[in-house]
Nanobody
């Protein structure tokens, strides 16, 4: 069983920055894919960014050049640095770990609110 605990959400003005953290209860060295998703009110949960164990990253078009995902294997933590935040970034952000291509684990979510 893998537990994921997110932190770092909050209220920020448009143009500001936040850094989300996701601490895993196990070593993330062997976790092939760790990512961040978000779900706005009344919307589906969408992929924001993914960091693969080999170093490759992937971003949704809406956050490219503004958000940066990174993995700290020594701390078993994944980060999402969010810059130039917009009101449309407001959502609950969830950390995800995908193991062996089919075992999915989720954190409890952290609220990010961007005021205009």
């Amino acid at each position: 069983q893998v537990q994921l605990v997110e932190s770092g959400g909050g209220l920020v003005q448009a143009g500001g920055s936040l850094r989300l953290s996701c601490a895993a209860s196990v070593s993330i060295l062997s976790i092939g894919s760790m990512g961040w998703y978000r779900q706005g009110l009344g919307n589906q949960r969408d992929l924001v960014a993914t960091a693969f164990s080999g170093g490759r990253t992937n971003y949704a078009d809406s956050v490219k050049d503004r958000f940066t995902i990174s993995r700290d294997n020594a701390k078993n933590t994944v980060y999402l640095q969010m810059d130039s935040l917009k009101p449309e970034d407001t959502a609950v952000y969830y950390c995800n770990a995908l193991i062996s291509g089919y075992r999915n684990y989720w954190g409890q979510g952290t609220q990010v609110t961007v005021s205009s």
